[in-house]
């Protein structure tokens, strides 16, 4: 009996060990092939943006292609499970972001994957402040003149959106107004945007990349910025606290994660390739122009920033009294 547990350990011990050295061999030869990057939001959109930046230096540092791979729909949780449910072998990475990480866990009864357990973190990518902007046919000129004209007109004003941080944008005026405000759910903020540039929807939020230049064009109004302080891209507008809605602070933000269980020299070879890309100044001159202030950091500091914002966004939607779906 006790020749045969040894025996058996030590069977268990070796075939332990076959394992890690395999897994270990797979990552000294990785990648091998080409690498999907898939973004849960649509073309356009802030997180393509970043994704697009970020995927074409890490194609160059790698030696092999990173395909951006845009799997929209369902507040990201679309794309969110595509990788989750992905080997973990390196080769699908993740775009996540505030609504997939922070805001999905608070809106949905089940999502059909966990942030913290689905997914090993990278890093973080680089975060943006989020504006909130009117149809230039609306008779407002500020953040204080809107919340009149929404209590002064009941049921008129619609507010945009098309993910599930968007919708905790929305609610959370909507609380903090202390009006009726028709809330319009799109299938992707491209679209909602798309909805207010046409004048079918009245406001959202948005992100700086896709709204910037709208914004610039005159085809939609600027009012206010969602952080705690100013933007130095926009240092003219307000943040929402200044103009009239103090509480109201929240900003975007997109970092790389992989499937849970991935080889740890493979997320440190991501983490350290990020990093040096993020340093870059011309990506920080490109996503700066899109209104990202690229950033990097360890895998542990993006478990903990991740766990903050989860903490953070879940109070705002209970302070909205949004209903998890």
């Given amino acids: 009996m006790r020749a045969g547990g040894l025996s058996r350990r030590a069977a268990l011990a070796a075939l332990a060990s076959t ?14 092939r080409p690498l999907r990057l898939v ?8 997180a393509d943006i970043v994704a697009r930046v970020y995927g074409e230096r890490l194609a160059a540092a790698l030696g092999q292609p990173v395909v951006v791979d845009n799997k929209p729909g369902a507040s990201g949780i679309i794309g969110a499970e595509f990788v989750a449910r992905a080997p973990a072998d390196g080769y699908t990475l993740l ?4 609504s997939v990480q922070a805001s999905n866990p608070g809106m949905f009864k089940r999502l059909p994957y966990d942030p913290a357990k689905s997914f090993d973190p990278v890093s973080l990518l680089g975060s943006f402040p989020l504006i909130l902007v009117t149809h230039p046919s609306l008779p407002v000129g500020s953040v204080r003149e809107l919340v009149a ?18 919708q905790v944008t929305a609610e959370l005026f909507r609380k903090l107004a202390g009006a009726e405000v028709l809330l319009v759910p799109y299938k992707s903020n491209p679209l909602a945007l798309q909805a207010v540039v046409a004048g079918e929807s009245n406001v959202m939020v948005i992100d700086p990349g896709p709204g910037l230049p709208l914004i610039q064009a005159g085809r939609v109004k600027a009012h206010a910025v969602t952080t705690s302080t100013r ?6 507008l307000p943040t929402m606290s200044e103009a009239g809605m103090p509480g109201y602070e929240l900003f975007g933000w997109n970092a ?6 991935t080889p740890a020299a493979i997320v440190e070879r991501l983490h350290k ?19 990202v202030d690229a950033q990097a950091g360890t895998p542990a500091e993006l478990r903990r920033f991740m766990e903050a914002e989860l903490a953070k966004w879940t109070g705002h939607i209970r302070a909205a009294g949004i209903v998890p779906e």
Wanted: aromatic share 6%; charged share 10%; net charge positive.
């Fill in 95 to 98: 775009l996540a972001s505030q």
């Fill in 149 to 166: 004209w929404s209590r002064a007109n009941p049921g008129r004003l619609t507010f945009a959106y098309g993910t599930g941080a968007a």
């Fill in 273 to 291: 390739e990020v990093g040096g890309i993020a340093a870059q100044p011309d990506v920080r001159q490109k996503l700066g122009a899109a209104g």
């Fill in 256 to 261: 790389l994660v992989v499937p849970a269980g």
């Fill in 39 to 46: 973004v849960p939001f649509g073309p356009g959109s802030g």
């Fill in 231 to 236: 933007s130095a891209l926009v240092p003219q």
């Fill in 19 to 32: 394992t890690l050295a395999g897994g270990s061999v797979r990552a000294q030869s990785w990648p091998e």
